[in-house]
Structures are given as C-alpha cells and as structure tokens.
C-alpha cells in the first residue's frame, strides 16, 4: 500500500539511451552556449561541471562530482541536486542554463513519488526568492517547485520583514526542501560548500543538508566577462 501509493518513494531516475556518447554531447552543449554567445567554449576549467552534469542527466552510473571537503573525486549520485560553487563571472549561471536548454532537447525522464516528470528546472536568484517573501510573506511556489534552481546563493539579503515575519529566507527554504525527498536541488553561488560563510549565513544544519541534497562542484578560473 505504502508503495502503491508512492508514500517514502522519493526519486525515480531513467537512462533514456544507453548508446549515448559523451564527445557527441558535449559538442552539443557547446553548440548551444555558442548559440547564444560565440566565445562559449567548454576548457579545463569547466569540463568537469559540463562533463558530469551531462552524465547526470543521462543518468549514467559513472558520473563524478567533487567532495566538498577533500576536493576529491567521488561517485556522483543521481538522487541528487547539484551545487555548482566559484568565483563571479566564472560561468556558474550559465552553465545551469545551456545545461537546462540540453535537458530540454531531450525530455529526461524522472519519477517523483509517482508521479511522471521531465527533468526541467526553474530558475530564480536567490534574491528573487527574497523580494517575493516580501511582497506576499510566503515561499511556498518555491518549496513546492520540484527542482529548483537557485542563483546566486548567498548574495542576497539574509534578514527580511514581510508583515512583521522576520526570516532568514533561504535557510527556511532549504531546511524544507531538505526535509522533502522527492525534490531536486541545484545551487550556484560563491560560497564554496564548506566555506565558514556558509555556516554563519544559514547555519551548520543548512549545511549538512545540502551535502546531502547537492553533488558538489567548483568551476574555477577568472571573470570570464573581463576577458
Ligand atoms: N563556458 C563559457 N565560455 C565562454 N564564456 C562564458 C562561458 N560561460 C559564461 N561565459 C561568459 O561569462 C559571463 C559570466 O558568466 P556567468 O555564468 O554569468 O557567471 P557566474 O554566474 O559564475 O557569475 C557570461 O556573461 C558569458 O559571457
Ligand atoms: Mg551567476
């Protein structure tokens, strides 16, 4: 009965193909980023977070992400979001939206509970989130979004007053969202995980739970608007 009726279920992935090829995808993904601009390129800085995000769409067994503390490779884990960290400009959001326009290409399957889903993901700056708490006094569009791509963790207001509610938003959202096992989380922000900055924001709970929600990565390299 429990499963029946999808209660404790949590995520359901699909592999789509078996015979996809890494080297063709890829050229995909660079086509689309230079559709929208002609010096996106996929190089070392990058290739790890493009590489892997691709296999995890595919849901291929061999992906990898980083640890958050070691920085050393581990398996990666389809049950989970993906937390994409680095300095600004270093291609963080638009790594979450070529990724996002690829996954569109392609209508992953996903389970949720039971129900059907496509990998998609809806993408909001974490101040965004803020500034909607503020006009309405709730969050909730965002707790129930089923993934959900929050940019920018970290710059945003952390107190905010909405109707006399003071709250620190974000930790409250991602405290829930951590809670819930049939939701995805993707994160960018130039907070790396494990960073002191973190913790002070939200908290070690919050922490712990997005170790838990998130596969772990660093884009490093400069500004890539100043080059
Ligand atoms: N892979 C890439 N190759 C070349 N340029 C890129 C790439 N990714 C992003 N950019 C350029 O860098 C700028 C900053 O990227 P963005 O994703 O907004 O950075 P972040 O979110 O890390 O601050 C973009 O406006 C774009 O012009
Ligand atoms: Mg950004």
Redesign the pocket.
Known sequence: MVKERGLFQGITRFKNRDDYDLKESLQLVEAI?KK??P?????DE?RFV?ENIVKWLHCDMTMKAIHPETKHEVSGDMKKGIY?A?????????????MLAYACLFNFKIKFGIEDARIWWRIVRADEIVARFIETTSIDEYKKTKILCI??LGSEPLEAVSMGNRMNVLRTLLEYRGDQSDNLTMI?S?IPICHKSLTENYDDRVKSRLVEMCNYFE?KGK???K?
């Not at 010096?39 to 190089?43: E, H, Q, R, S």
């Not at 680095?86 to 070529?98: A, F, H, I, L, R």
């Open positions: 980023g929208r601009n010096k996106f390129v996929i190089d990058n493009y994409i680095g300095n600004t400009g270093s291609g963080k959001s638009w790594c979450m939206e070529v940019q920018d960018t130039n884009i500004d890539r608007r080059l």
